[in-house]
């Protein structure tokens, strides 16, 4: 039972256009997302992150925005770069768990084309 | 500098043999874990540990085995029962309980050959 779910693959954007990524989730429980960017042969490095009391979180070209109502999260990276061609990764965690344990998506691939 | 050190970078394993794969932290975090990347899917989670001494089995514990003596150390053991044991993992490391996202190691590439 996926309970994250990025449901593009991948994605192509322009350099200087802007590239949405979307995210899914069913867990109610959820109440913390984030979004990692990861390199091949990589650690996933942490992007930017949005607790649910919020509906935007901003940090330099990344925007990260969350619909509750619809389970629904997405981050917009302007303008994009050829350096963003990356794998990224969306992921959720309920604070209350006994653990800060993370549930991933399957990932988008985003390749900024020049 | 603080960080997640995973060893070694690319690893070949015979079919039948155990492998265990090093993880070591410097961060002073409490929590760590072992995620698995197969090509085309998502990070999924083998085991973690919230603290010494103790540790859970993740959505995918089945044929492998972990350990946590040292707060600085979790490593994976991929047992000969794990069916489809190459593929890259990734260890990771957070602050208990608290809001802030894992820090991850540069991973280990499992080759069964």
Same mark, same amino acid.
């Given at each position: 039972?996926?309970?994250?779910?990025? !449901? *593009?693959?991948?994605? *192509?954007?322009?350099e200087?256009?802007?590239s949405i990524l979307?995210?899914?989730?069913t867990n109610?429980?959820f109440?913390?997302?984030?979004?990692?960017?990861?390199?091949? &042969?990589?650690?996933?490095?942490f992007l930017?992150?949005?607790s *649910?009391?919020?509906?935007? !979180?901003?940090d330099?070209?990344?925007?990260?925005?969350? !619909?509750?109502?619809a389970k629904?999260? *997405?981050?917009?990276?302007?303008?994009?770069q050829?350096?963003?061609?990356a794998v990224y990764f969306c &992921? &959720?965690s &309920?604070?209350?768990?006994t653990?800060s344990?993370?549930?991933?998506?399957?990932?988008?691939?985003?390749?900024v084309?020049? | 500098d603080?960080?997640?050190t995973?060893?070694?970078k690319?690893?070949?394993? %015979?079919?039948?043999?155990n492998?265990?794969?090093?993880?070591?932290?410097?961060?002073?975090?409490d929590?760590m874990?072992w995620?698995r +990347?197969?090509?085309?899917?998502?990070l999924?989670l083998i085991?973690?540990?919230q603290?010494?001494?103790?540790?859970?089995k993740g959505?995918?514990?089945?044929g492998y085995?972990?350990?946590?003596? %040292?707060k600085e150390?979790?490593?994976?053991?991929?047992?000969s029962? +794990? %069916?489809?044991p190459?593929?890259f993992y990734?260890?990771?490391?957070s602050?208990?309980?608290?809001?802030?996202g894992? /820090?991850?190691g540069?991973? /280990?590439?499992?080759t069964?050959?």
């Amino acid at each position: 039972d996926q309970q994250v779910k990025q !449901n *593009s693959p991948s994605l *192509s954007v322009q350099e200087g256009r802007i590239s949405i990524l979307n995210c899914d989730y069913t867990n109610s429980m959820f109440d913390y997302f984030l979004w990692y960017k990861k390199y091949p &042969a990589e650690g996933p490095t942490f992007l930017i992150s949005i607790s *649910s009391i919020k509906d935007k !979180n901003e940090d330099g070209r990344f925007t990260v925005f969350l !619909n509750k109502s619809a389970k629904h999260l *997405s981050l917009h990276i302007v303008p994009s770069q050829p350096g963003d061609s990356a794998v990224y990764f969306c &992921a &959720a965690s &309920a604070l209350g768990g006994t653990a800060s344990k993370l549930t991933f998506g399957t990932g988008t691939r985003l390749q900024v084309t020049l | 500098d603080g960080g997640i050190t995973q060893s070694p970078k690319y690893l070949f394993r %015979k079919e039948g043999q155990n492998v265990t794969l090093s993880c070591e932290q410097n961060l002073n975090h409490d929590a760590m874990y072992w995620y698995r +990347q197969d090509p085309g899917q998502g990070l999924r989670l083998i085991y973690y540990s919230q603290i010494v001494n103790d540790f859970q089995k993740g959505d995918i514990a089945e044929g492998y085995s972990v350990s946590r003596e %040292k707060k600085e150390s979790f490593p994976l053991t991929v047992t000969s029962a +794990q %069916k489809n044991p190459t593929a890259f993992y990734l260890c990771a490391s957070s602050i208990y309980r608290g809001d802030y996202g894992y /820090t991850f190691g540069s991973g /280990t590439r499992l080759t069964v050959v």
